[in-house]
């Protein structure tokens, strides 16, 4: 494990200006305080709405500028999903680490695209996939000589509108001696349960703290406000206000586990 946990967090997707200011502030403060790594997150689109009429941003260019703006603002490196081949390069210019979603991770084009950029690639493992798979898409980053790459726990489907997370994955993927970040959000999501996605996120504390101790190398989650009023995962994502709480706790078994042998 680390020496400093690695903290990946911020709403699900750009929304205004003053939202990714109020979050990143308070995020970087309370990583300050606990001495954790922090990479800002917000996509800057989504192309993967359960519903067609269902936002997916402000607008590509507009999103873009303000992650930019986010970094060199706070200093802090930021994270965005793309979805195409073509987004590669683009997006590149204006953050640090180019993330593959879930859906995408087998995508051999996508993965060596964002790969060329030289970025730090993470990729989500597909609900569909076995840990084991997911030594095939690292592979395939590092195929192009990039080998700045993390890899992301979110849950297995079980059943069709569920999702379980199985902490054996943590343990078989950082074998592959790659970084290995837990999604503690996207964990607890109910995928397409009715016009949107679903979620039961008083099991996000439980589910982290259990990854903490198993011994991980980072921690994915999505944050807003006011998540009853976000634009996207609304039934998902933690509120802020309890950011602070939600990470001390982690911090404290954290610390614990990586002075163990775990994996």
């Known amino acids: 494990m680390n020496d400093r946990l690695l903290v990946i967090a911020g709403p699900c997707v750009v929304e205004s200006k003053e939202l990714l200011i109020e979050t990143a502030s308070k995020l ?11 990479i800002f997150k917000s996509s800057y689109k989504k192309a993967n709405r359960t519903s067609s009429d269902s936002f997916t941003g402000i607008g590509d260019d507009l999103a873009l500028q303000y992650l930019k703006e986010i970094k060199d603002e706070f200093n802090v490196k930021v994270l965005t999903d793309i ?5 590669a390069e683009k997006v590149a210019r204006f953050v640090d680490v180019l993330q593959i979603p879930a859906f995408l991770s087998r995508q051999t084009e996508l993965l060596q695209a964002a790969a060329r950029t030289g970025k730090t690639i993470n990729i989500k493992k597909g609900q569909f996939m076995a840990p084991e798979d997911m030594k095939k898409a690292i592979d395939k980053v590092l195929a192009t ?19 379980v997370v ?13 970084p290995v ?27 982290a703290r259990a990854a903490a101790a198993v011994g991980i190398d980072g921690i994915f989650f999505e944050t807003h406000p006011k ?3 976000a634009l996207s995962d609304s039934a998902s994502q933690l509120p802020l206000e309890i950011a602070e709480v939600f990470l001390s706790d982690l911090s404290k078994i954290y610390e614990c586990s990586r002075n163990l042998d775990l994996i």
């Open 83 to 87: 979805h195409s081949v073509t987004e």
């Open 166 to 178: 199985d902490f054996r994955s943590l343990v078989i993927m950082k074998k592959f001696g790659y």
């Open 28 to 38: 970087k403060s309370i990583c300050d305080k606990l001495n954790f790594e922090f």
């Open 145 to 163: 000589g990039n080998k700045n790459v993390m890899v992301t726990e979110r849950g297995a489907s079980f059943g069709y509108h569920d999702l």
């Open 227 to 229: 998540p009853e009023k």
């Open 181 to 207: 970040i837990y999604d503690a959000t996207h964990s607890v999501q109910q995928p397409s349960a009715g016009k949107q996605s679903g979620g039961r996120p008083e099991f996000i504390p439980a589910l």
